[in-house]
């Protein structure tokens, strides 16, 4: 059940993260099994770190609703897995052709760019495989699951939001082009993540659509601070390139709005999250100190 509330968020997020790298670890193939190769570059990019916002949120959607961490940190997991090959092969040279990720080389340039594709298929491919094994959950609930992942990552979520996002580079892009390309391209899956924990948990339809209106609002939040951190962090501290997408001419929010007003639009949206959440009360707390994080974050 949810984690005791007395201690900080630093503390959760740091407590939940290494639960879910146990899970992580556990579900991968090991370097060991054949081909080695392609599992040697799965477990790289995914044990290379990472927040886990996705699975976290996921795990803490369901306990909003009771259900047991059991049934949810497989899945929650999962969603890492399909978050790590998305990583991967955005990171390729025919995309935004990047040499660091989470303060490592990219999978690209440690294992060639064919076994880098192959390592994020190898991911998306046993994120589906993980989801349907995992036996709490029932099969009407694997099934509905399943289609809410594929629904997210594909023309319509994260895949649609990467071309649009390719090829807006270069381009005058008008304000709701910004927005679908952020609501999708990032957006989709974390908004996904959330939904997933409310779905396992068994949420009436009225819940769920709460948590889809916070995971929708944390979602593009967090891209807008993505946005920002590429112009005011650096390198050291986000532990891959800065100022990629102003070189890029890429769509971002700060080139569009400029950087005061990307961060009040970004707390005018953590603010409206919370909001959806307030019939909850305390229970949506830990849900809250998320969506205020991502706001302060430097990394």
Avoid: W
């Amino acid at each position: 059940m949810n984690p005791a509330v007395d201690v900080s968020i630093g503390e959760y997020l740091e407590t939940e993260r290494a639960r879910v790298d146990q899970e992580l670890d556990r579900i991968l193939p090991p370097e060991s099994e054949p081909p080695a190769s392609i599992h040697r570059a799965m477990r790289y990019s995914v044990l290379a770190g990472g927040k886990r916002l996705r699975p976290i949120l996921c795990l803490e959607c369901g306990r909003l609703f009771g259900v047991d961490d059991e049934a949810l940190v497989t899945a929650a997991a999962a969603l890492e897995l399909v978050h790590t090959y998305s990583l991967i092969h955005d990171d390729l040279p025919a995309m935004d052709n990047d040499d660091l990720r989470r303060g490592k080389p990219t999978n690209h340039r440690v294992f060639g760019e064919a076994l880098a594709i192959l390592a994020g298929d190898g991911l998306l491919t046993l994120a589906f495989e993980v989801i349907a094994e995992v036996r709490a959950i029932p099969a009407d609930l694997q099934i509905r699951i399943v289609h809410e992942l594929a629904y997210a990552l594909g023309t319509r979520g994260l895949i649609g939001g990467q071309v649009a996002d390719l090829a807006a580079a270069s381009q005058e892009v008008k304000e709701d082009t910004l927005h679908y390309i952020h609501r999708t391209k990032t957006g989709a899956l974390i908004c996904a993540s959330a939904r997933t924990g409310a779905l396992i948990a068994g949420a009436p339809e009225d819940d769920v659509a709460r948590v889809t209106e916070y995971g929708e609002r944390v979602g593009l939040a967090f891209q807008i601070v993505d946005d920002l951190l590429d112009v005011v962090g650096t390198e050291q501290e986000l532990g891959k390139a800065v100022h990629k997408d102003g070189d890029h001419r890429k769509a971002t929010y700060p080139a569009f709005y400029g950087v005061e007003e990307s961060r009040r639009l970004a707390e005018r949206l953590v603010r409206q999250a919370c909001e959806a959440l307030a019939p909850y009360g305390g229970r949506a707390r830990r849900l809250e100190e998320i969506a205020h994080f991502l706001i302060t974050r430097q990394s």
